[in-house]
Nanobody, 122 residues
Framework: QLVESGGGLVQAGGSLRLSCVAE????????MAWFRRPPGKGREFVAV????????EYGESVKGRFTISRDNARSTVWLHMDSLTPADTAVYYC?????????????????WGQGTQVTVSS
């Protein structure tokens, strides 16, 4: 089970840090990612981190503003978001899969959290 937290309401230009705790799942064996679902749209890729944490990739719209990181000992993955804009408003989901690849599509992830709402006001 993946449990996200840290969402909320923030003004444009602000920052938030989302957390994802893996319960009952060996995090060391999972590639971890964040996706988001903006209002009225489908889920889109945000960021992915390799099992050891040494490799990260980002979607074009968040590159340079968001940072994904993980601590396997704490079974936790974070998404630090800076310079937020109203376009970042979405439900953010944590995802995991026992793959050595760095997938960017929804269908390639086996485990999902319930999501946490992020709302950025202008």
């Amino acid at each position: 089970q993946l449990v996200e937290s840290g969402g909320g309401l923030v003004q444009a230009g602000g920052s938030l840090r989302l957390s994802c705790v893996a319960e009952g799942l060996a995090l060391t064996a999972q590639t971890m990612a964040w996706f988001r679902r903006p209002p009225g749209k489908g889920r889109e890729f945000v960021a992915v981190v390799s099992r050891g944490g040494g490799v990260t990739e980002y979607g074009e719209s968040v590159k340079g503003r968001f940072t994904i990181s993980r601590d396997n000992a704490r079974s936790t993955v974070w998404l630090h978001m800076d310079s937020l804009t109203p376009a970042d408003t979405a439900v953010y989901y944590c995802a995991a899969d026992p793959t050595i690849a760095l997938p960017r599509t929804v269908s390639e992830y086996r485990y999902w959290g319930q999501g946490t709402q992020v709302t950025v006001s202008s």
